[in-house]
């Protein structure tokens, strides 16, 4: 099956390699070679093996594919991707039950921190609408299929495009007049996305759910409580992070890597200003960009999806390249089926430190979380982990039944898994498959 298929997603994946060398690596890749791998299933990823998950649930048809939109009047108000082009996002009318019901998912692929690595960023889809797809397919959380998607499918469903690098949080007043040629303007193509959606009936919504993966979950809860001021006071709004909560911890060798590559981000784009004020004024801007201190401020309900063994943080927020120069967390990052006891041992803490994050959180009446012990990073956008016949579940829930019981207050929903190896019906991230190539 790898054969067949390997060779333009290969060529991207020697992409991702290759910048995985660089010290900006932490910018993007956990986002894409999730968009890769996943078109690759494998028996090798789940516990048990399944025959059923070698094909998709649902295979991608024609319909299932939504056109570009690119900001009308996005120069005019000074909305740009860090290119200078105009953001997009794409839409799909809801039909029936669901015609004044709303859906937003906000694009993953990290963030840039250095004038190098957001130079580089606007050369691709995260930094520039030119060279962004122009049909996609929805899916997961965004498709119109019942059978994938039994809550929301017949909503009104966007994607919003990702070109900020900043989780569409920066500042103009920051950019730099000395010919980099970039801007920071991710708040302002918030704003204006949101100001031209509701011009075509966000304003009128009933129901609506804000939701993205990784940075796009970061942004998610960023903009959540501004998003519900938005909307009509009668109408039921709610907010879905899915893999957005990254952890401020050290590396293995102790050293504060995210927390330095957030002080970056936030410097150099000024995300201070789209940061709850209070944080700010308390503590260093950065500390405030973590999830754990967002959701202290945030009154919108919430809920949060999360592997407690996300392989994006743990291959750049626990063991970073820079610590481990002599490769002995190689097999392990690439396979959590190839870590020795020790290793175990040490992810097992990881896990631990996130369930610590979220021990109040917990604590929130109005909170939802589906925490499951997987290999894995997004898991809202693509059907096989969204909601299919062999999708992870915890409780018998899958993540699209248990957002549904929250969402729709049929439950009160606080899902955490035991811890792995325990769960078989888990699909985790093989990186060998690749490696192999």
């Not at 996130?354 to 589906?370: P, S």
């Amino acid at each position: 099956m790898v054969g067949s298929m390997a060779n333009p997603r290969l060529r991207s994946l020697l992409w991702w390699r290759r910048w995985a060398k660089k010290d900006w690596a932490i910018a993007a890749v956990g986002f894409t070679v999730v968009a890769f791998a996943l078109t690759l299933l494998s028996n090798s990823w789940r516990d048990e093996p399944d025959s059923e998950i070698t094909r998709p649930f649902h295979p991608i048809a024609a319909s299932d594919l939504v056109e570009l939109t690119l900001l009308q009047n996005a120069k005019a108000r000074g909305a740009l991707c860090l290119d200078g082009s105009a953001p997009g996002y794409h839409f799909k009318k809801g039909f029936g039950s669901g015609a004044n019901n709303w859906l937003l998912h906000i694009e993953g692929g990290g963030w840039c921190n250095t004038i190098e690595s957001c130079s580089w960023r606007k050369g691709t889809p995260l930094g520039s609408s030119k060279y962004m797809d122009r049909k996609v397919p929805f899916s997961g959380i965004l498709s119109s299929h019942p059978s994938q998607n039994p809550e929301f499918f017949n909503w009104n469903k966007v994607k919003i495009r990702y070109c900020d690098g900043a989780s569409l949080a920066g500042h103009p007043e920051n950019e730099l007049k000395n010919g980099s040629a970039l801007f920071f303007r991710g708040q302002l193509i918030w704003e204006v996305v949101m100001d031209e959606l509701l011009s075509v009936g966000l304003s009128k919504a009933k129901q609506a759910l804000l939701s993205g993966c990784s940075a796009g979950g970061l942004a998610t809860l960023i903009h959540c409580d501004d998003f519900r001021r938005l909307l009509p006071t009668d109408a039921t709004v709610k907010c879905l992070a899915d893999a957005g909560f990254f952890l401020d911890e050290k590396d293995v060798l102790q050293h504060w890597t995210m927390r330095a590559f957030y002080h970056d981000v936030v410097i150099l784009q000024g995300l201070a200003k789209s940061l709850h004020k209070d944080c700010v004024t308390r503590m260093e801007p950065s500390k405030c960009l973590f999830p754990e201190e967002i959701i202290k401020n945030i009154n919108t309900p919430v809920f949060l999806v999360n592997p407690a063994y996300d392989f994006w943080q743990i291959q750049h927020i626990l063991i970073p390249e820079a610590s481990d120069p002599h490769g002995y967390w190689q097999k392990c990052k690439l396979n959590i089926h190839n870590c020795n006891p020790s290793q175990l041992e040490i992810l097992q803490g990881f896990r631990g430190s996130m369930l610590k994050a979220l021990n109040e959180f917990q604590k929130n009446k109005e909170g939802g979380m589906f925490i499951n012990s997987c290999f894995i990073h997004c898991q809202t956008w693509i059907t096989e982990t969204w909601h299919s016949p062999s999708s992870p579940r915890i409780n018998k829930k899958t993540i699209a039944e248990s957002v549904g019981d929250w969402y729709f207050s049929r439950n009160v929903v606080k899902q955490i898994d035991c811890p792995f190896p325990c769960n078989p019906t888990c699909y985790h991230m093989n990186f060998t498959v690749f490696s192999r190539g």
